[in-house]
């Protein structure tokens, strides 16, 4: 896997939203669970499911997770939160996922691009909301197939002491 920094336009998702703590990823797929039983007809009419992810407190591992699909505004069933993610720079991947595959997770994957290739690269993670694109390569089910990984990105040494609060 190789990520390729990409500008993409903004995106909007609707879906359930829930804060977490130290990365639980079986709260994750209770909160997909939930999407998909509640409102199936708007999931199943999607070509592409996002799971949106921000840290909200990175000293106690505290971040807030969407499921969520991209529907028109006109037909967002009540009870779906609205995520604009913005328009902007960020380092996107493929990753084959699950069992025998690259990495056991879609988190894995993410993980790997913060831990290993962002360090290496002249690139540097914003702390912005960062995604992962579900299409139909991959099998909820089974947890099996390929992803799509975005993770915003500015380029190492250009950001502003006000970008840090200052």
């Known amino acids: 896997m190789q990520p ?18 130290n990365r639980d990823h079986s709260a994750i797929k209770q909160l997909w669970e939930t999407l998909e039983r509640g409102f199936s007809t708007c999931v199943e009419t999607c070509n592409s499911r996002y799971g949106v ?5 990175g ?8 499921a969520g699909v991209p529907v ?29 595959a690259d990495f056991e997770t879609p988190e894995d994957a993410v993980a790997w691009v913060w831990a290993e290739w962002l360090p290496t690269s002249d690139w540097e993670g914003l702390d912005e909301l960062e995604f992962i694109r579900f299409d139909s390569s991959f099998d909820f089910t089974s947890k099996v197939g390929e992803v799509t990984l975005a993770i915003p990105v500015a380029k190492r040494g250009t950001r502003l002491a006000s970008d840090f609060g200052f």
């Open 4 to 21: 390729q920094v990409l500008e993409l336009p903004e995106l909007t998702i609707h879906g359930l939203s829930k804060t977490f703590r």
């Open 53 to 57: 992810n921000k840290v909200t407190d």
């Open 59 to 66: 000293t106690i591992g505290e971040f807030s997770y969407t």
């Open 72 to 100: 028109a505004a006109e037909e967002v069933p009540a009870g779906l939160q609205e995520v604009d993610i913005p328009a902007g720079r960020y380092a996107v991947a493929r990753a084959n996922v699950g069992p025998g």
